[in-house]
């Protein structure tokens, strides 16, 4: 017997969608460390499926709208990593120029905050929202990383600037592995994340 067919569902109307707007980047530091980041994974990160070994596509972006529910406004992390999804081959569609999950068909794998200052929320708000998102694992790097560092709650989670956080149950954890094997990739002098292969890039 033949199998029943079934429309596919439209797709959700974003024309009122705002994925694009005049705020300024954070701070020249800020989007340096994002292009740093950015920039060592289309350089050096080859990621590879597990069953066959071949090359598999992935998507780096910095300061990019996540949208992961219509009726919420998006998230935007300072860099996001999405291991099998593939770059757009045009921006021609408003749909290309973002990060809709619908569309991209999973969440991002993992999200980096880079610490500017005591309003960001990265341990508060954007922790939970983050894991309510479905993102996988969560890095938080404060560049300060002094006594007058907005986040040194940061050292006595993890002894370092860098804290990572792996989503279990629906929720961020601390993660205090040194690198995120099933994703191929680890930290980097404290810096950010990067190819597990990689050579470690310039100090910002």
Do not use: C
């Not at 340096?32 to 499926?49: D, E, I, M, V």
């Amino acid at each position: 017997m033949p199998e029943a067919a079934f429309p596919l569902p439209e797709p959700p109307d974003i024309s009122d969608l705002v994925i694009e707007d005049d705020e300024p980047v954070d701070s020249i530091h800020s989007e340096k460390l994002q292009r740093l980041l950015t920039g060592a994974l289309y350089t050096s990160f080859q990621p590879k499926a597990k069953d066959t070994g071949e090359p598999i596509p992935f998507l780096a972006t910095a300061n990019v709208g996540l949208f992961y529910a219509l009726k919420l406004p998006p998230l935007v992390p300072d860099v996001m990593l999405s291991l099998e999804v593939a770059p757009p081959a045009s921006f021609e569609r408003k749909e290309d120029r973002t990060y809709l999950v619908w569309e991209m068909g999973k969440p991002p794998d993992v999200v980096i905050e880079i610490v500017s200052n005591r309003k960001g929320e990265e341990l508060g708000r954007k922790l939970k929202d983050y894991a309510r998102a479905g993102v996988s694992y969560y890095a938080v790097y404060d560049r300060t990383a002094g006594v007058a560092s907005p986040l040194r709650q940061l050292r006595e989670l993890q002894g370092s600037p860098l804290a990572l956080f792996q989503r279990r149950g629906g929720e961020f954890v601390p993660f205090a592995s040194t690198w995120l094997e099933d994703k191929g990739l680890r930290p980097a002098n404290a810096k950010g994340l990067r190819p597990a292969n990689a050579i470690a890039p310039p100090a910002a």
